[in-house]
């Protein structure tokens, strides 16, 4: 599709079980960013990459969460030992980069720790 | 710190006019966004403002006052499909679009 896309769509998970998300970003796309929304509240920055730079990570709020990339395609979001305050919405989106440049939004995963 | 202020909550009527206000103070400036967010859905696009004034497009409008940390978003001519949130987001980093969003704020248009 021409969009972004991420899978799943849902994931309901027990305290304690890691969950890997997934992210597509629009093709050609060399920048790509993970948000957090938690319910009522706006979107929190995660993490972001530029095409084969070190990414920016200074949004994840803690070692239980990582991410990577694989030069400028598919990106994974883990979290191991998921905790309750862990459930919200993730959101991926994806740039060509440059910091005037419109990011384009994916549906986002719904994470249910329960 | 980042701050970035928005009414939660907003209601008008078919076919009138609404104006979203955002305020902001952050660490550095390099641009601000309007979103629009339909329940369960994405945040779409809607404005990019970088220097004051006012862009308008089509329905949508939006102001940038850079002094006074301020921009608002203009909806005329509602209509029923425009009831969702409007995320206000600044860029505040100039290596790379690092975005500060609000809370949004949910508009809720009535017959």
């Known amino acids: 599709g021409a969009g972004v896309s991420q899978s799943p769509s849902n994931k309901v998970t027990e305290k304690g079980k890691d969950v890997e998300l997934r992210c597509d970003p629009i093709s050609g796309h060399t920048a790509l960013y993970w948000y957090r929304q938690r319910l009522g509240q706006g979107l929190e920055f995660l993490i972001y990459?530029?095409?084969?730079?070190?990414?920016?990570k200074s949004g994840l709020p803690s070692d239980r969460f990582s991410a990577e990339r694989t030069g400028e395609s598919v990106s994974t979001l883990t979290i191991q030992r998921t905790q309750q305050e862990d459930s919200a919405v993730y959101l991926c989106?994806?740039?060509?980069?440059?910091?005037?440049?419109?990011?384009?939004f994916g549906p986002g995963t719904r994470l249910l720790v329960l | 710190g980042q701050n970035i202020d928005q009414p939660t909550e907003m209601t008008a009527t078919e076919g009138a006019i609404v104006q979203i206000n955002c305020t902001y103070q952050t660490s550095g400036f390099n641009g601000l966004f309007w979103y629009q967010q339909h329940a369960g859905e994405a945040p779409t696009f809607l404005s990019y403002?970088?220097?004051?004034g006012l862009e308008e497009k089509g329905r949508f409008s939006s102001f940038l006052s850079r002094s006074k940390g301020y921009s608002y978003l203009l909806l005329k001519e509602l209509q029923m499909k425009d009831s969702a949130s409007y995320l206000c987001a600044v860029s505040s980093n100039t290596g790379f679009q690092k975005l500060v969003f609000g809370t949004g704020t949910r508009l809720l248009v009535s017959p």
């Open positions: 990459f530029q095409g084969n730079s070190a990414p920016d």
């Open positions: 403002n970088v220097l004051d």
């Open positions: 989106a994806s740039s060509r980069g440059g910091n005037q440049e419109t990011q384009y």
